[in-house]
């Protein structure tokens, strides 16, 4: 009942337009007054400044910052370019290289909605061009820039990881294999539709252009691979891998391609700071709720509460997997994830299902919600860049979901999908 | 004369954003060079959380300012005026109200940790720490303050702003 009364005020205030992390402060002040009265108000302050000296979320800063860094010295570009040399021989070739070059800059960002403004911007109007019709070039732009959030670095593992309490690096290395088969998935899809109307081919494969771009690229995607590896062997943690990722992006920027101007750079810094003290008022004003569901041990009744209709597995993963794909629809994942993870990670764990594969079942479902509307941001994006209908585009992505969703289910049901690699390097 | 304001406040909270998003980037990048040499630096991951605190709330006022902060206009927006501005005036009370409790609180703290240092810097009280809480809420509501006139004329002529664009490179 009290959950109930808890997040009917929350749903109540925010529909009235009350920024969430305001909302969630708001009502989690009236129960701390209510339960421990108006003495107990100077913990706000202490709880609001503690729940956003967060360590670990230091990475969510120093990633976006790197990002847009690397995409301000011009890496775009040379990934796109690299990606045609590679791919841009298959029928369908600019949408290959679409996704192929969205796997490449997942190394880099952790972000869908950067991936997109980043690549969606120099090939959907390449795609119009070369005749392929506006909703397709949308529709897989928008659904390959999921694979930011699946493959590692990404934003909503590193939140997941922290409000979870499990390795960041293991929800990293746990997304790969997904975010190849994703890719991978994505392409099939992307060439059935090629196939079907006769989309042109890009360039010829040859060795030596294959190489001359690799060169190119090189310093944009081998950097990057450098310091993940330096995460995943734990010679870094996330956040001093995030922090050199940063440095790594300013020599590319500065002395490698030399494109980088201030002018960028104080932009990135700017919506990067913007960006991270959005989602870290949310992670602040939710510690303070937090504090009062643990004293009242709500997540723990509601585990109980469900427990007592089912303990099998694979329901409760059923169960969860509509609930966060139905929260995607609404809900930005970020705040889906400091919302929602606290209260249903105990009936996760209760059933058995281990932390970092319900992680990487959360990020999966949340990057799928990116993709649903009303409220889908990534796609948003690529409709925007592509003058598109959101509705039109929809029709045509519902495939490549469809793929998406596939893989979901894959990584839900065969765990050792995404687990198999963590289970061998670090268990 | 509102405009200049808002205008020379947005440039004094993106400076600050922008020193903290670098303090914080060179903060780590030496704490790890450092840890690399062999020498490991005592108060590196404290200062480095205290960093993030300061960004998340210098950096929740300019968001208030280009509101940005994730929210839900949708429902409103689809309401009539006569429903529609009373619900915006009660959302905007609440945002000030929360924030003018959180500076209050926020003093009364500072007072209470006078004699508080921090754990790897014994000579740095907690109180200008823990300062970042009443300033940032003061900063919260002068940047709602600035966003007023302009919230309430959109609520009248019924194009409440989308407050999530800029957010959602988190995503």
Known sequence: MTILLLFGCVLALVLINVPIAVALGVVAVVAIVVSHGVDSLPNVALTMFNGATNFPLLAIPLFILAGAIMNASGISRRLIAFASAVLGFIRGGLAMVSIGSSMFFAEISGSAVADVAALGSILIPAMKKKGYPKAFAAAVMSSAATLAVIIPPSIPMILYAVMADVSVVQMFVAGIVPGILGGLGLMGMAYWFARRHHYPIEEVFRLARVWATFKDASWAFMLPLIILGSIFTGIVTATEGAALAVVAALFIGLVVYRELDWKHLKEAMIEGGVQTAVVMLLVATSSLLGVYLTEVQLPQQLAASVSDYTSNKYVVLLLLNILFLMLGMFLHSAAAIILVVPVVLPLALSVGIDPVHFGLIVTINLGIGQQTPPVASVLMVACTIAKADIWEVTKTNIYFIGVLLAVLLMVTYVPITGMGLVEYFYR | ?171
Request: charged share 15%; hydrophobic share 60%; net charge neutral.
């Open chain 2, 1 to 171: 004369m509102l405009m200049r304001l808002r205008t020379w406040f947005e440039r004094l909270l993106e400076v600050i954003v922008m020193v903290l998003m670098i303090a914080l980037a060179a903060e780590v990048t030496i704490g790890v060079i450092y840890r690399t040499m062999g020498i490991s630096l005592a108060w590196y991951d404290e200062i480095a959380s205290i960093l993030l605190a300061w960004l998340t709330y210098y950096g929740a006022a300019l968001a208030a300012l280009k509101r940005a902060h994730i929210g839900v206009p949708g429902l409103v927006q689809a309401l009539p005026r006569r429903l529609r501005l009373p619900l915006v005036l009660v959302a905007e009370g609440l945002v000030f109200g929360f924030f003018l409790l959180l500076a209050w609180v926020g003093l009364e703290v500072m007072d209470m940790l006078a004699t508080d240092f921090l754990i790897s810097l014994p000579d740095v009280s907690s109180k200008y720490t823990q300062s970042v809480i009443p300033i940032g809420a003061v900063l919260f509501i002068i940047a709602q303050a600035l966003n007023l006139p302009e919230t309430l004329r959109a609520a009248k002529a019924g194009h409440i702003k989308h407050q999530a664009e800029a957010v959602e490179v988190s995503q």
